[in-house]
């Protein structure tokens, strides 16, 4: 799925910062992978360059055995629109919309038929359980019921990769465990899964952990079976 080879992020001028310094990893096909690490360690840069929200200083950068790291912005939208499904630790949903048009957002933009749309879009919010709550907006919604609906709107697109940035950070234990849940369900479905976590409990539900300090991989271990 994804090929990191001596990947690194720079900022700044004169005085350079490297957010991300000499990576080298491969993840496969339906890993469920977490990254762990302090804050400022370089996590959500390395979850953005993977996500191809964000492009390497250096290095190379395969994704689906596709050299994305030197690729057009345009080519990287379209990667992105086919491929990829984003978590965020703050919901990232439209105040405006409801519940469902959150949701259906996602397929819009890939230009899903209406009645697709609709289908897909009922089943997507009754798999993670927030159906009854479809003609809701977000500030009419818990924090847990607001992340459901992000990770609605990340899989009903059906992505090959999903990439979550925190996805418990705002929650109470309950809903940060439905949310693991739903994650770990993606993997089953062959739905490569990267997170991005300080919880080292919710860590240890991936199959592998990758721990970052000062932009460098300095732990990987396998999580026992």
Same mark, same amino acid.
């Given at each position: 799925?994804? &090929? ?7 900022? $700044? ?6 957010a991300?310094?000499?990576v ?14 302090? &804050?400022?360690?370089? +996590?959500?840069? %390395?979850?953005?360059?993977? $996500? %191809? ?5 250096? $290095? ?24 990829v ?11 405006? @919309? ?5 949701v259906?957002?996602? %397929? ?6 209406? +009645? ?8 997507? @919010? ?12 977000? *500030?009419?919604l &818990?924090?847990?019921? *607001? ?13 090959s990769?999903? @990439?979550?940035?925190?996805p ?21 479905? $062959? ?5 991005v976590?300080?919880? @080292? ?14 932009g ?10």
């Amino acid at each position: 799925m994804l &090929s990191l080879t001596d990947i690194s992020k720079i900022y $700044g001028g004169k005085v350079k910062t490297r957010a991300v310094d000499g990576v080298t990893m491969d993840i496969g096909a339906g890993e469920f992978v977490a990254v762990t690490g302090p &804050s400022g360690c370089g +996590k959500s840069t %390395l979850l953005h360059i993977m $996500g %191809l929200i964000d492009t390497p200083s250096e $290095g190379s950068l395969k994704f689906m055995g596709e050299e994305v790291a030197g690729a057009s912005e345009r080519r990287l939208t379209q990667l992105q629109r086919e491929h990829v499904g984003f978590v965020f630790q703050n919901f990232n949903l439209i105040d405006e @919309l409801t519940a469902a048009e959150n949701v259906e957002v996602a %397929l819009i933009y890939r230009g899903v038929t209406a +009645k697709e749309r609709q289908r897909r879009v009922a089943e997507a @919010l009754e798999h993670v359980g927030i159906a009854h709550r479809a003609r809701h907006r977000p *500030q009419q919604l &818990s924090g847990g019921q *607001q992340q459901r609906v992000a990770v609605a709107r990340a899989l009903v697109s059906k992505p090959s990769l999903l @990439l979550a940035d925190e996805p418990t950070g705002n929650l109470d234990t309950a809903n940060g465990e439905a949310v693991m849940n739903l994650l770990t369900e993606a993997t089953a479905q $062959g739905v490569t899964v990267i997170m991005v976590t300080h919880s @080292l409990v919710h860590a240890a539900a991936a199959q592998r952990t990758i721990k970052l300090l000062d932009g460098k991989v300095v732990v990987e271990s396998l999580m026992a079976a």
